[in-house]
């Protein structure tokens, strides 16, 4: 199954990606983390990412399209991935439909994630994260057992850089500009599903399993029956 996830930035698209991946055994491909890798190891990606990520803008297309035309090509995805930050822009999402034709597959479904900026930014100006093992917190609603450490490797929690105040706002900016439109755009498609993704975690888990399965007994000839969350059919 081939599923994207659109949404604003902290609306917890990351967490229920990788809440699907496992749960299907599908590939989760997030843009964001593939940035966050090459700047924590300063590859030339990385330093250029960074220039954009620091300041709350989007990496230029031509960028980031290239890599994720890259990893959809890996054998992994032969029979579906969950994609994560990505499309962000009509162009990015025009290239997608690009490569999906030339593999002679499409798109299942678009989650629209949907939550007001206010709660976003709450969300996003209190996350933690563990700069050792990359486990999220955050100082109201998930806070470590121990102030600012964190609960596996002990260390010292730090922000990221583009969560301070002032960028998310850039953040929520380029969103409504840039990224906003693709939910017409998947929604003209009939791939569109919304979910409240201001509901705790595993609501909105359960609410996106909803979805999956009714896309998986639609497609009884796609996917199969026998195996409610086997999802791996092309
Ligand atoms: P995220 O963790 O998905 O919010 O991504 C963090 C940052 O990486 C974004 O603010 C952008 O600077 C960059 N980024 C992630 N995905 C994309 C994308 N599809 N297009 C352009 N820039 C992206």
């Not at 917890?12 to 496992?22: E, V």
């Not at 990606?45 to 890599?67: H, Q």
């Amino acid at each position: 199954m081939k599923i994207i996830l659109l949404g604003a930035p902290g609306v917890g698209k990351g967490t229920q990606a990788a809440f699907l991946s496992k749960k299907a055994g599908l590939p989760q491909i997030s843009t964001g983390d593939i940035f966050r890798y090459n700047l924590k190891n300063e590859t030339p990606l990385g330093k250029l990412a960074k220039g954009y990520m620091d300041k709350g803008l989007l990496v230029p297309d031509e960028v980031t399209i290239n890599i994720v035309q890259d990893r959809l090509m890996q054998e992994d995805c032969k029979y579906g991935f969950i994609l994560d930050g990505f499309p962000r822009t009509l162009s990015q999402s025009e290239s997608l439909d690009k490569v999906l034709n030339e593999m002679g597959s499409a798109l299942d479904c678009a989650i629209n994630f949907d939550v007001a900026d206010q709660v976003i930014m709450n969300r996003l100006a209190g996350r933690r994260v563990c700069p050792n093992c990359g486990k999220t917190f955050h100082i109201v609603y998930e806070p470590p057992r121990e102030q600012g450490i964190c609960d596996t490797c002990r260390i010292p929690l730090t922000q990221r850089e583009d969560d301070r105040e002032e960028t998310v706002i850039k953040r929520l900016h380029s969103y409504h500009e840039q990224t906003e439109p693709l939910i017409e755009h998947y929604q003209r498609r009939n791939l569109l599903v919304n979910v409240d993704a201001a509901k705790p975690i595993d609501a909105v888990s359960a609410e996106i399993e909803m979805i999956i399965d009714k896309i998986r007994l639609s497609n009884k000839e796609k996917y199969s029956i026998h195996k409610p969350f086997d999802l791996t059919a092309g």
